[in-house]
C-alpha cells in the first residue's frame, strides 16, 4: 500500500477513534464484535510487518478488542487521534492478554505497556503524548525485539 492511501485512511479514522479515550461506555451489545475485520492494512516496526486493523469508526474504537477471545499472531488493532495528547485505555471486556504501544506524530514509539486482561482497575496511560495506539499480543513486541525508541512505519 502506499503511503498516501494509508494517509487517508487515517485522516477518516483519525477523528473518530477519539472515542477510544473518551468516557468509559459498554457497547449496546457484543454481536458486533463477532465481525470480521474490514479490512487489514501492513506496518513495519523496526523491520518487523505487523497486520493491522484500523478502528475507523466511533463505534470500532470504543468497542477495540472488546468480546474477541484471540487476535492472531501476527495482527494488531491501530486507533488513531486528531491531535496528539496524554492516551488513556482500560480492558473492560477484553479477554486477550494485550500489550499497548503509544507512537508518537513522528511514528516513534514512546511507551509500551502490558495490559491484564479483564482488570477494569487499571488505566493504561501514555507517558507522553502520542497521536497512536497499537494493542498487540502480550509479549509481541519483546519478541520482536521493538522497544521504546522504535520506528514505525505506515
Known sequence: MNSNKFINLIFIGGWLALGACGPKSEPANHAESERQPPGLHTIHINGAPLKVEIAQTLEASRLGLMFRESLPEDQGMLFVFPQKHILSFWM???????????????????????????????????????????????GWFEKQGIKVGAQVKF
Not at 486482561?117 to 498487540?136: C, G, K, Q, R
Request: proline share 6%; no cysteine; aromatic share 8%.
Open 92 to 138: 473492560r471486556n477484553t479477554f486477550i492478554p494485550l500489550d499497548i504501544a503509544f507512537i508518537d506524530e513522528a511514528g516513534v514509539i514512546v511507551d509500551i505497556q502490558r495490559m491484564a486482561p479483564l482488570d477494569e482497575t487499571i488505566n493504561y496511560i501514555s507517558a507522553a503524548p502520542a497521536l497512536y495506539a497499537l494493542e498487540v499480543n502480550a
